[in-house]
């Protein structure tokens, strides 16, 4: 047989991996249109790469190897995949990017679940909703076209969404009004202050050209209308819609030709046929208070128009146009803004607006309005509906029944509705579905839900402003202000209207606020929390900036191009389980862990953050604060344009200076990737090794431990005693199971509950552990012990405490867990007498096993007193292990 010259090269390849027992085949850019030899016996290959070749149809002899791991077959013609049901595939990650696939192969199906599947930039994703393709869900997207299956059940989306943003007191309110009402008469000095979001909806008639995707030659083929004379120059606003003649009147009073009727897309000679429709526009009013500013990440939605409002006699300062344009590209994906200069009958200012459009490429136009004396406005709303008309979203197919369900629950009437309620809506019970139609009410901005959280898995919000007005009056409460930002949960009582906001959903609306990084609870403590954008702009007498200026600190530096509002305030409140102590403030904090410090702090006028990291196996720790830095960059969508990072030299020089050279991160990856290895510092002069200037920012730590996860758990737990009243352990146990369940799947994990591991006490049957942590492939992980402990019972705690170490654990964990639920009048009092008992044990045997130690390590964990750690160390054949005591204070007075 012969071979082209690709299929000879892949066939010495496969040869190479065959002699040599290679894991990984490379058969990628070869121009194959098949494997020119067998492969069934590489069994052992556990990765292959058929990218940039010719297949068309997916080679049955890949698709039967049961071990392979990862396959990347991208950028080739396929228009099938190759999988048989029954068999046990071992792949983890596939790649079918950039093919020619017309629909979403069945037999991916036949894979485990977690296999995470790589399908952009192929036919089937053609035409759907974008919020749909970013979800990066097989599923979802699976459902979404199964429901469109027959016309019946599918409609057009024919809305668009505007959002004014802008500061305080720049007029919003009022250009809403104007837009839904021209008739409006703005009463000066009345006008109305928006606290959060308000949403108003309005109908408009607009042209559009007879074609895909909004014609639909069925609905809109009566209703077709010629444009003449369209560049024809005339300004008059007033014969604008002169230029769109009814077929009807064209032809002289005839009928529409069946001809243009039926057709898909009707063309008339030289002229472009267009239809007119109704649009709903659902226009946003966002409030201007900088402190809100933290929400907007979930409200700043794409395929939007953005009016951008600035008042000539109060903004003075190019960082409020640098922050709002670049947050609405960011966030907005680069839609349409118009940036408008409201009350131009009192104030007019100039700004340079060729600069900004050669910045900000989106910016449709520059407005001068005034709604008093409606100067400009007609402009703009003019220039509003011509770009509505080239929005390519509007028309998006949707199932009727999923619009049906948006209607009904905005007609509803009400603020928010519990899960059942939301379930009742939808007409179903199956949880794929009801997380599908759900996730894509959210991404439409209908309702507000976060069904994965286990606090908020029961509160639907259907009306965003009920949420985001709760926020400004606790924000804005003197008390809370007064307090410098901390509140408890029982003050809600007094601070919110408990007709809109009735007691029992005081605790999910500061949940809401959690998750939205505007506050978080005080680590250990039952519910307290801290809003860190009221906190004092000056650290504590207790901080002592100048100990993480010393020589050997490990120092790092972001700068911005604009300051994105609110983001040191989110990584306080993402790092809530690190702060050391009350050692935060509003532009800053101090992390620790049991080896090291580190300080973050913001300079609002250098729009820079610094981190400094003191102490041992500082990476772990600088590490941990820049992935939290990261995620917030991600979450607002960041571009590397908008922020520079800088490592700063630690040379001998470097090190005592007060300005120390920074060596940006993008020149050093710039110098590896020519293979110059060293960089001179501007300072000292002396070459540095680019591999060492990284290494230190580099953990080599694999965090394993779910400590911080199991006492996240236990904080949430103790926060809810209320509901523990009537609980037995066997249920305490559950419920600290459904909590911890969410926070371990983040590191891949799942917690089971009453495995059967190890022995029992008596060891003549397996033992059952409440708690078994897992890894995706079954492997144990760690354990959990609970128990209710009401005094100093030694038999009780002695039971628990050998039965973990001892009989559960058969495999040697490297830690365990034991949950003691205290249900004493006197916390400190049980938990002083525990410590006094564990440490009696210290340096004694129990069996094979020596205990060494007993550590109190609450202080570097938790904030608050409801909640104490303790750490045992102890061997066992050899090896060091370790045991976690979390005494979760769950007592209530009768």
């Not at 396959?71 to 071992?90: P, T």
């Not at 507000?448 to 009056?473: M, R, S």
């Not at 504590?540 to 993480?548: A, G, L, M, N, Q």
Request: net charge negative.
């Amino acid at each position: 047989m012969k071979f082209t010259k690709g299929e000879q090269l892949a066939i010495n390849r496969i040869e190479n991996v065959r002699i040599n027992k290679f894991r990984y085949l490379d058969l990628s850019g070869l121009s194959l249109n098949r494997i020119p030899v067998d492969i069934s016996d590489l069994t052992y290959v556990l990765d292959i790469d058929l990218s940039n070749n010719n297949f068309w149809t997916f080679p049955k002899e890949v698709g039967l190897l049961e071990n392979l791991q990862y396959l990347n077959i991208s950028y080739n013609n396929l228009i099938d995949v190759y999988f048989e049901y029954g068999r046990n595939y071992s792949l983890k990650e596939l790649n079918i990017s950039n093919n020619f696939l017309n629909f979403i192969p069945e037999e991916l199906e036949y894979l485990n679940n977690d296999v995470w599947i790589i399908f952009n930039n192929n036919p089937f994703l053609d035409n759907l909703p974008p919020e749909l393709i970013e979800d990066d869900n097989l599923s979802y997207i699976k459902y979404y076209q199964d429901s469109l299956r027959s016309y019946d059940n599918k409609t057009r989306l024919f809305e668009t969404k505007i959002l004014l943003v802008g500061r305080g007191d720049v007029g919003k309110t009022t250009i809403v009004k104007k837009l839904l009402d021209e008739n409006f008469i703005v009463e000066i000095g009345k006008e109305e202050t928006t606290h959060g979001i308000n949403i108003n909806s309005y109908n408009v008639e607009i042209f559009y050209p007879a074609s895909y995707p909004h014609y639909n030659k069925v609905i809109d083929g009566e209703n077709l209308y010629v444009r003449t004379d369209a560049e024809s120059g005339d300004d008059d606003e007033d014969k604008y819609y002169d230029h769109f003649i009814h077929f009807s009147d064209y032809y002289n009073g005839e009928e529409i030709p069946f001809e243009y009727r039926i057709s898909d897309q009707p063309y008339l000679f030289d002229q472009s046929i267009f239809f007119e429709k109704e649009i709903k526009v659902n226009v946003w009013d966002f409030g201007g208070q900088e402190m809100l500013y933290a929400t907007h990440q979930f409200f700043l939605t794409k395929r939007s128009i953005y009016i951008f409002v600035w008042d000539p006699r109060t903004d003075n300062d190019e960082d409020n146009f640098e922050y709002w344009l670049s947050i609405i590209n960011r966030l907005g994906s680069e839609s349409p803004i118009f940036v408008v200069m409201n009350k131009s009958d009192i104030r007019i200012k100039a700004i340079d607006e060729e600069s900004l459009q050669n910045k900000f490429k989106n910016i449709v136009s520059f407005h001068n309005i005034s709604c008093s004396n409606n100067n400009g406005f007609d402009i703009l709303r003019s220039e509003i509906e011509s770009v509505i008309s080239e929005q390519k979203h509007i028309g998006t197919e949707l199932p009727k029944s999923w619009n049906s369900i948006r209607e009904n629950l905005k007609n509803c009437n009400k603020n928010y509705i519990s899960y059942g309620e939301f379930k009742e809506f939808i007409k179903t019970k199956e949880p794929d579905e009801i997380n599908y139609i759900a996730g894509f009410l959210t991404d439409l901005g209908d309702i507000i839900y976060f069904g994965q959280d286990y606090g908020l898995k029961d509160i639907v919000v259907l009306n965003p402003n009920w949420l985001t007005a709760a926020i400004y009056e606790l924000i804005h409460s003197l008390e809370i202000q007064k307090s410098r930002g901390a509140f408890k949960l029982e003050q809600l009582t007094s601070l919110l209207n408990l007709e809109l906001y009735p007691e029992e959903k005081h605790y999910q609306i500061v949940a809401l606020m959690e998750k939205f990084e505007i506050c978080f609870q005080i680590l250990g403590s039952h519910d307290d929390y801290i809003i860190p954008v009221l906190l004092s702009p000056t650290p504590p007498e207790t901080v002592k900036i100048s100990e993480f200026e010393t020589p050997e600190a490990l120092k790092y530096i972001v700068k911005y191009s604009f300051l994105p509002s609110g983001i040191i305030e989110r990584i306080i409140c993402r790092l809530n389980f690190y702060l050391e102590s009350e050692n935060y403030w509003k532009y800053g904090a101090i992390f620790t862990t049991e080896v090291s410090r580190g300080i973050i702090q913001l300079d609002r006028f250098k729009k820079t953050i610094m981190i400094s990291v003191i102490g041992n196996l500082q990476a772990d720790l600088f590490s941990i604060i820049k992935h939290a830095i990261d995620i917030v960059h991600d979450d607002l969508k960041l571009k590397d344009v908008d922020f520079e990072e800088f490592y700063i030299c630690n040379c001998n020089e470097c090190a005592v200076s007060e300005s120390p050279t920074p060596f940006g991160r993008k020149v050093l990856l710039k110098y590896l990737e020519r293979d110059k290895q060293y960089i001179e510092c501007q300072k000292s002069i002396e070459s540095i090794k680019i591999s060492n200037i990284l290494a230190g920012f580099k953990s080599n730590k694999n965090e394993n431990s779910s400590l911080r996860k199991f006492i996240d758990a236990a904080s949430k737990l103790q926060s809810r005693k209320m509901m523990l009243v009537d609980f037995n352990e066997n249920k305490v146990n559950i419920y600290y199971q459904d909590l911890l369940n969410p926070l371990l799947k983040t590191k891949g994990n799942s917690a089971k509950e009453q495995s059967l591991m190890g022995t029992s006490t008596t060891l003549k049957s397996f033992g059952q552990i409440d708690i078994a942590v897992e890894d995706t492939d079954g492997i144990p992980k760690t354990i959990f012990e609970g128990f209710f402990l009401s005094g100093l019972n030694t038999n009780v705690i002695k039971s628990h405490f050998e039965k973990t170490i001892l009989n559960y654990d058969t495999n040697g964990l490297n830690e365990k867990y034991l949950g003691v639920y205290c249900k004493s009048a006197n916390f400190m009092t049980l938990f002083e007498s525990y410590v006094s008992y564990i440490q009696s044990l210290e340096n004694t045997k129990i069996k094979d096993i020596e205990i060494l130690k007993t550590t109190d390590i609450s202080q570097f964990y938790v904030q608050g007193s409801e909640i104490k750690i303790l750490r045992t160390d102890y061997k066992r054949s050899d090896q060091k292990l370790y045991l976690y005591h979390l005494l979760i204070n769950i007592f209530l007075p009768q």
